[in-house]
Each structure stands twice: as structure tokens, then as C-alpha cells.
């Protein structure tokens, strides 16, 4: 049998005769400083100090991790807007990523708004004004054609997980051009702070395939392309050229398709899943974790989720994932498809998506209704309103993925209480300054009534002598353990069923947290490996298990599989290669 190729063409990671992990490491002196996930910075051993010819290079004192944590995050409580906070702490994940990932790990609830939304928003807005040190993989119009070399390029030799963003439908801020590598950046940075995929398997990537902005096109300092977007074949034949060129490189690899515009999000999804093992996170982890949070708010009012009518608001990749996900949940709770159809109502800019509006996109036409579906509703116009719908349809739960801030107004809050004593109500949009209405005021609309997650983060509510905890809605609670249950379950494909596995165990595992529709933050990775046991679980039902040391093993055995490759952020041991350049 030939032999493994090492983790990266700089290092790999090897057991000793006691079964202890080290690194085995070629590079020596200035060079082995500057490669972040072998950097210790003041952390390196004298005997490793000498071994590696970087005496003289850092200070003489020794530092404990925990002695590092502590000076960085002095550091970092003084930075003064969160833009600063992020700078900060992605030129630490630049300089040495253990450091990073330990601080992060340690600081979750506080640092992943800082690291993920909304503040990844305002980065990703002056991406090209920011730029200092290179991450993941980029690959334009002008290079397309060499994409095999330029993979080539990549130090990386066992890629299991790659977030690839067109940038064409970032949060619900649009197109951003090349500033979308800071989506795929930081997606990965909580893959392995919250899933355990090991950073030397991650690459973010992003296709630049042009922009439609005209005035990035303008800008001198834009790092991206000058020139519009492509489309149509040339666009498919972009995408072609990088899935064929991955597939070889990374035959292992995941791929999560991450902000692409809303047509062109179901597109790639399909002609490409099973080709290579991918999922679409706006699409299917945005529709799993509403579905979670969902089922838990049903939960709460001691209902199930088949008591609800569903009013979905916004029809691209969002919401219709959304409205997808609701409609699965529906069925898999025993509805017919047509009786869970009937429960999901979806409004876009026309109003409720109905046969004959004009520009209905294929993804959209399983949710338009027709005009028998709507006869004796009171509506003043040819299509229902939002309001329109909320009253007609007999709402019980409403679901904002617009990305237009406050599109939900009072009355049309205020008519739910007509068909439910606790409202469902999720604005979801990202970033903050996005969401279709505020908190405090959807409390005092439904006096304390409503049950409320929100995209982004808010903090608890005061009223009426009560504290209201505002549930995050937010991705990371799906994405990091699917896509970990899919790298140890090596997937063939990433089915359906494993996506509602993923929401379901979301679901279940809030439960235990009391009078919550989603879990606190702090919970987040040991919330993402129970999603990564059950969806390798569900690979292995599915038939897609391509790893075949799991497929026996029962549940703690699995668990125990799982945990145990967990990627842990602590300093290994370095040991000089043989042939080690110095």
C-alpha cells in the first residue's frame, strides 16, 4: 500500500511509540514562525527552540497557552468597535492558529458575533481596504483555465472541508465581489471551533467570477476582478472547471456552496450534490435551523409543529429553503405533501406567491398558489399582501427572510393573536441593521405573547416585570455538525434526510434548556457534535457511509468515534523532519 501523503508539504502529524500526537515537521527558523498552525510564538520549548534554529527569534520566557490567552484577550478588550475586534482577532488566526482557536473556544458567546454576523457584514463591505495576510483559495476568470495548478499551489494535502462563495448574495447585504472570501474565512473558523474539523482540512475558497458593482469595479484598491459578473454557460463552465479540479485535488473533500444569488443557489445545488458530496447552508442550514427552532416554539406553547400555519416571507434561497424545510418537518411529523403544501404560505415583493405573478423562478413555483387556493379571502389587490395573508391564512407562526428592516408592522403582528395565543415570530435577516422588526417591540405588540428568535444576536428583554430571552436563529448551530457528520462519515452525498437529522437533533437537544427556542452559544460544540453522531448515523441508514469503521458501531461507540476526532486547540510537539530544510 503506498504510503499517506503527509497533512501538508511543510509538516505532518504523527503518533510516537507511546501513541502521543506530534508534528513532524521540515521547515526550521524564520520560516516555521511564519506558518500559523506550527507558530508558538513565546509558546515553543527551549529543546525546540534550539532543535528548529529560532533562538534568538522569540523572547526567552517560555509562555503557558493559558499564559497567551491571557495577554491576547487584555489585547483584545482594547479594541474599540467590533470592526476592530474583528481585525484583531483574524490577524491572531494569521499568526498562530492554536493561540486563535483556544481564545475562541474560550470566548465563544462573546467572540462569534465579532467573528460570524453580523460584524463578518462590515468586513466583508471593506474586504479589499483591510486586506493584510493571504487564507484560502482564490481562483478568478483570468485563471480559470489553470485551476488544476493553481490547486497545485495549496500547501494542504487532505482537504475534508471547503467553503466556496461566489459572493453574489452575502447576508442580505448582495453582491460583494471578492469580499466574500471573509464569509468562507470565517464559516470555517467555526467549523473547527465548534465542529472539530482541524484547520489544516478546511480551505475556504472563493470564485471570483466578477462583480455587478459597479463602483467596486471603480475602486483601485478592489482586490477582485474588474469586470461584470459572468453568466450563463460561461458561468456554468467556471463552476465546472473548479468541482472537476477539487474532485481531483481533494477527492475527500465536502463542499458547502455558501452566499450564491437565489436562482443560481438552487442551481448549483442540484447540478452539483451528486457530483461531489455539498450542501447549500443558505438553502438547507438556514431551512434546518428555523425548522428547529420551530418544532422548539411549538414545544412551548404545548403544541406540535402540525398545529401551525406558516407564513414565509421572501422567496429567494432563504426563504425557500425555509418554506422547504417547514414543508419536510410537516411531513415527517405524518402529513401528505399536499396537506403540509396547504400549511406554508410564501410572500415575496408581489405579495403571496401566486400562478401568473410575473419572474416566478423554478425553485419558487412548488409554493404558488393558485387562484381557487385564495377564493374568499378578502384582498383589496390582484395578489394578497403580506398583512392579507396573515389574516386569510389563519397565521400562526411568521418568518422574516427579506433582509428589509421593519417590514412587520403592528397590525399585521397584532392579527396573529386572533388565531393563537402565542405567536410565532422569527425576523431572521442578517445583519442586525436587516431585521424586519425589533424584539422590544413585537413583546409590546402581543403583550409578552410572542415567541421570538432573531438572525442575529440580541440581548434579553425587560417587560412587564419579566426577562424574555431573545432565541439566535443562527446557522452555526446546523452547519458545523453536518458538515462534520458528513467528513467522518466520509459521504457519498448529502442527502435530505441527513439535513432534517441535523434540525431534529437541534430540536431535541433544546429541550434541556428550558423555556429556549434555541440553545445559549456556549453550548454550541458539544450541540454540534451530537448533530455530527446523528447525521453520520443518518449517512450510514441512508446508505451514503463511505467510512467504513463507523457502520457497526453503536451509538456510544459512535459518539465516542466522533469526539475522539475532534480537533482539540493545544500546542503538539514538534519534531525536526528528516531532511528538514534549515
Known sequence: MPEAPRVSRYYDVKRDENGHRYLDVNVTGFSLLHIPL???STGFTREERRAFGIEGLVP??????????????LRYLQQTTDLDRHEFLRALQDRNEVLFYALFADHLEEMLPILYTPTVGEAVRVFSHIY???????????????????LENVPLNDVRMIVATDSSAILGIGDQGFGGMAISIGKLSLYTAAGGVGPDKTLPVELDVGTDRQDLIDDPLYLGVHHKRLTGPEYDEFLDRFVEATVARYPKAIIQWEDFARGTAFRVL??????????????????AMALAGLISASRLKGERLTDQTFVVVGAGAGGIGVASAIRQGLMREGLSYADANARVFVVDRYGLLMHGQPGLEDHQLSFARH???????ACEGEWPTLHETVVNARATALLGLTGVPGLFRQPTVEAMLAHTQRPIVFPLSNPTSNVEAQPADLLRWTDGAAIIATGSPFPDIEYGGQTYPVGQGNNAFIFPG????????????ITDSMVMEAAQTLADETAAYGNRVYPPISALRELSLKVAVRVARRAIAEGVCAERRIRNLTDDELEAFVRGRQWVPKYLPLRKAAGARD
Open 60 to 73: 526567552p520566557h517560555h509562555s503557558t497557552l493559558e499564559e497567551q490567552k491571557d495577554r491576547t484577550y
Open 132 to 150: 493584510r495576510y493571504p487564507r484560502g483559495f482564490a481562483v478568478s476568470t483570468e485563471e480559470i483555465d489553470r485551476v488544476d495548478d493553481l
Open 38 to 40: 506550527l507558530n508558538k
Open 371 to 377: 387562484p381557487g387556493d385564495v377564493q374568499g379571502w
Open 270 to 287: 442540484e447540478r452539483y450534490r451528486k457530483v461531489v458530496p455539498s450542501f447549500n447552508d443558505d438553502i438547507q442550514g438556514t431551512g
Open 482 to 493: 453536518l458538515g462534520f457528520g458528513a467528513v467522518i462519515s466520509r459521504a457519498r452525498e
